[in-house]
């Protein structure tokens, strides 16, 4: 099989990579990094590493994975892409692949907290150098929501044009709309509107390059899909996005008050928070994949380490409490957005475009009730039993 890019690894030099296998650093500066190492450092063959949030997918085939006698390393035996291996099995964040099966190498460190005025000026610190080496160049946009994230995101690139897709009269196109209305400059924002015909065609697509089909992944990802397709269409190769905040920040209900929710294992905010950041790299390859099969490459400047690193390092007043969440980004963010962006409140994706909602209306026209269990899970199924 030949690989569609002679690239053997993605997101970092080698030079780096092989310094973080000899080191450990589970943030080596960067945004992600995955691939094969021909010579790592202190092992006799070659490697495939992704790093320890995943942020670049990698996909090794299920059998050489399970024998020790196949290298899995071997060009036919491992990708970038799921579609270009029979049985693709996803390598684990922060681990090393080789012929001697799979090691855990890099783990998030859990350091802090740090002293809060010195925890926010780090975030401060950070997002700044993050954002000001968000290059524009002509080909870049922004996938844009009206929040905090994207806002932060799209305020570094002013010139830059700005996408939200949406059913008509959801909150998302609603809110982006508001946004752009409260800067004080022109903003070029493009609507990406939905329509049922359009977000069936989009299932199939992000059911194909993502292999998921369950109704929150495909939920998620379509409207992610449908802006990225936009964008190339209109000559833009890489999409800026917010990616990332919401876990590392204490976006989610579940993290504000731990003890008394059973979503998460945790009784602190910073134990729910990082439980929470765990989840990214089955994201974070869900939605990587779905942006690259719309025809653009995806740039998510909140992942970067030193973002990261300050995240973590956060004490639990400035994650979440009394009813306010991602409490350092968005003081980090003053000065930045407009004050009603600064402080807008979250809609989870699938449920600001309106995407769950009308699947769950297609479901029931098709004859799946909400009586049935998981109604829009077998209705997906249905839909996409000959894909």
């Excluded at 992600?32 to 092992?43: K, L, S, V």
């Excluded at 002013?158 to 982006?176: I, L, N, S």
């Excluded at 359009?198 to 992000?206: D, G, I, S, T």
Aim: proline share 7%.
């Amino acid at each position: 099989m030949t690989r569609p890019s002679s690239r053997v690894l993605r997101g970092a030099p080698v030079d780096r990579v092989r310094e973080a296998l000899r080191t450990r650093d589970p943030l080596p500066s960067g945004r992600g990094f995955a691939g094969r190492i021909a010579d790592p450092p202190g092992r006799s063959g070659p490697v495939l590493v992704r790093d320890v949030l995943g942020r670049e997918p990698l996909f090794v085939e299920r059998e050489p994975l399970a024998l020790d006698a196949v290298d899995p390393t071997a060009p036919d035996n491992w990708s970038f892409d799921r579609g270009d291996l029979a049985d693709p099995v996803s390598v684990p964040a922060g681990s090393v692949v080789s012929r001697a099966g799979v090691e855990r190498v890099w783990t998030l460190p859990d350091d802090g907290p740090a002293e809060p005025d010195h925890g926010q000026a780090a975030v401060d610190a950070a997002l700044d150098a993050s954002l000001n080496e968000l290059t524009t160049g002509g080909d870049l946009a922004v996938a844009f929501s009206g929040g905090v994230d994207s806002g932060v995101v799209a305020a570094a690139v002013p010139d830059v044009p700005r996408y939200v897709a949406g059913f008509e009269g959801c909150h998302d196109v609603a809110a982006a709309r508001e946004a752009a209305a409260a800067t004080d400059r022109a903003v070029d924002l493009r609507v990406v509107e939905i329509t049922h015909e359009e977000l069936l065609r989009a299932v199939r697509a992000v059911a194909g390059a993502t292999g998921r089909r369950n109704p929150m992944d495909v939920a998620i990802a379509v409207p992610l899909y449908l802006v990225a397709e936009a964008a190339a269409a209109d000559g833009f190769d890489r999409l800026a996005v917010g990616q990332g905040a919401d876990e590392l920040f204490g976006g989610y209900s579940k993290v504000e008050a731990p003890a008394r929710d059973g979503r998460v294992d945790a009784d602190t905010v910073r134990g729910a928070r990082t439980e929470t950041v765990r989840t990214l790299p089955a994201q974070l390859e869900r939605d990587v994949l779905a942006v690259r099969a719309a025809g653009a490459e995806p740039v998510a400047p909140l992942l970067d380490d030193r973002i990261v690193a300050a995240a973590l390092a956060l004490p639990g007043d400035h994650l979440a409490a009394d009813d306010e969440r991602k409490i350092a980004l968005r003081r980090a963010a003053a000065g930045r957005v407009p004050e009603s962006v600064r402080v807008a409140d979250k809609k989870a994706v699938q449920y600001g475009t309106y995407v769950s909602r009308e699947l769950d209306r297609l479901a029931r026209q098709a004859g799946f009730k909400r009586r049935m269990d998981d109604h829009v899970g077998q209705y997906l199924d249905d839909l996409l039993v000959d894909e």
